[in-house]
């Protein structure tokens, strides 16, 4: 059993350990001639984004513009492979655009500036990813780490609208999930 549990965290722990590697790339120093926060911000807007991934000659994303106002829930629909995550990625700033030009209230933020200005805005937006990743343990140890306070659990669990959800269940924050969440639907991964 332990070694079926040492082969199945392989995968976290060469993740965690690339990570450590390349910590000192991630350390993002705010530029001294920057004064800007996003916390208020209107509008994120994307003037012909286009975006393709390394080792490919197509775009996935070609000539995109779009406005999003602070507060709107959207979404994108599209065939599979039609570019929607990664226009998602695009605006979180985790993928820089292959070329146009990305504002924030009219504040051009692909540039130089690029990680510190896609640092400050991912602390304004929540993202539900499409693809969910949890462990073959219990709801709790999928959601805190060993240092958590209840308070905390439960503002959680409210705010993410899984407190009924849970409080129907036998074992309620001990269910185990099954690997990869199997004993979940989609939505409740989510």
Request: charge should be positive; proline fraction near 2%.
């Amino acid at each position: 059993g332990s070694w079926a549990r040492i082969k199945n965290y392989n995968s976290d722990i060469l993740e965690v350990e690339n990570a450590l590697k390349n910590l000192k790339k991630s350390i993002i120093i705010k530029p001294k001639e920057i004064n800007t926060k996003f916390e208020n911000f209107k509008v994120i807007s994307l003037l012909n984004i286009s975006y393709k991934y390394k080792n490919s000659s197509k775009y996935c994303l070609k000539n995109v513009s779009l406005q999003i106002e602070k507060g709107q829930f959207i979404g994108f629909i599209g065939k599979t492979g039609s570019g929607k995550s990664t226009l998602v990625d695009l605006l979180m700033g985790l993928l820089k655009p292959s070329g146009g030009e990305i504002y924030i209230d009219k504040k051009l933020i692909n540039n130089k500036y690029q990680d510190y200005y896609s640092n400050l805005l991912q602390r304004c937006i929540s993202h539900v990813p499409q693809e969910v990743f949890l462990r073959n343990e219990s709801i709790l140890s999928n959601i805190v780490n060993s240092q958590y306070s209840k308070k905390d659990l439960y503002l959680a669990l409210k705010v993410s609208k899984v407190k009924d959800f849970v409080s129907k269940l036998d074992d309620g924050l001990e269910t185990i999930v099954g690997e990869r969440g199997v004993k979940l639907s989609g939505g409740q991964k989510q």
